[in-house]
Nanobody, 112 residues
Framework: QVQLVESGGGLVQPGGSLTLSCAAS?????MGWYRQAPGKERELVAI???????YASSVKERFTISRDNAKNTVVYLQMNSLKPEDTAVYYC?????????WGQGTQVTVSS
């Protein structure tokens, strides 16, 4: 069983930046971030596996996902140029070869 602990959400003005972090309690194959806005389905934001990254088209060029090289169980999401439509609960996701794990979610609100 892998536990995921997220941090870094909050309230930010449009155009601002936030960094989310997520620490896994054990070894995982890939890590990523999903988000869910009110009334919408959960959607992929970004994932990283080895040296490969994948982004939703809506966040490309604005968000960057990375993993701590020393602690391969920590993932970051640097979010720049935030827009009101980025407002959502952001969930950390981690996968082993057998299971998928989710964090508890952290709220990101972009508003003036």
């Amino acid at each position: 069983q892998v536990q995921l602990v997220e941090s870094g959400g909050g309230l930010v003005q449009p155009g601002g930046s936030l960094t989310l972090s997520c620490a896994a309690s054990g070894s995982v194959f890939s890590m990523g971030w999903y988000r869910q806005a009110p009334g919408k389905e959960r959607e992929l934001v970004a994932i990283i596996s080895g040296g490969t990254t994948k982004y939703a088209s809506s966040v490309k060029e604005r968000f960057t996902i990375s993993r701590d090289n020393a602690k391969n169980t920590v993932v970051y999401l640097q979010m720049n140029s935030l827009k009101p439509e980025d407002t959502a609960v952001y969930y950390c996701n981690a996968r082993t070869f057998l299971s998928v794990y989710w964090g508890q979610g952290t709220q990101v609100t972009v508003s003036s």
